[in-house]
Nanobody
Framework: QVQLVESGGGLVQAGGSLRLSCAVSGRTFSNYDMGWFRQAPGKEREFVAAISWTGTSTFYADSVKGRCTISRDDAKNTVYLQMNSLKFEDTAAYYC??????????????????WGQGTQVTVSS
């Protein structure tokens, strides 16, 4: 198990940007695929983006493709989600998650065994 702590959420106007960070501790960070998910009030948690343990593959939900970039810094044990051109519908709690590297199914939240507590992103229209 690893421990994950998200940061970087906040209130932003539509069209603005935020960068979320997820600091990971407890095990070898570089062994894990990392994902970002989000959950809006009254809705199910949904996939946003993921990056492979090698950092060579990234995956995005259609709703954020072209506006978000996921990256990782193994030296800092941190994964990032850069979000640009934010929309009101991006408002949600954003969660960082980890799964064993190379197990595919990046979009499936059930594959992720470790989760952070979440950071709130609120976009005002």
């Amino acid at each position: 198990q690893v421990q994950l702590v998200e940061s970087g959420g906040g209130l932003v106007q539509a069209g603005g940007s935020l960068r979320l960070s997820c600091a990971v501790s407890g095990r070898t960070f570089s062994n894990y695929d990392m994902g970002w998910f989000r959950q809006a009030p009254g809705k199910e948690r949904e996939f946003v983006a993921a990056i492979s343990w090698t950092g060579t593959s990234t995956f995005y939900a259609d709703s954020v493709k072209g506006r978000c970039t996921i990256s990782r810094d193994d030296a800092k044990n941190t994964v990032y989600l850069q979000m640009n051109s934010l929309k009101f519908e991006d408002t949600a709690a954003y969660y960082c998650a980890a799964k064993s590297g190379g197990t595919a199914y990046y979009r499936n939240l059930r594959m992720y065994k470790s989760w952070g507590q979440g950071t709130q992103v609120t976009v005002s229209s």
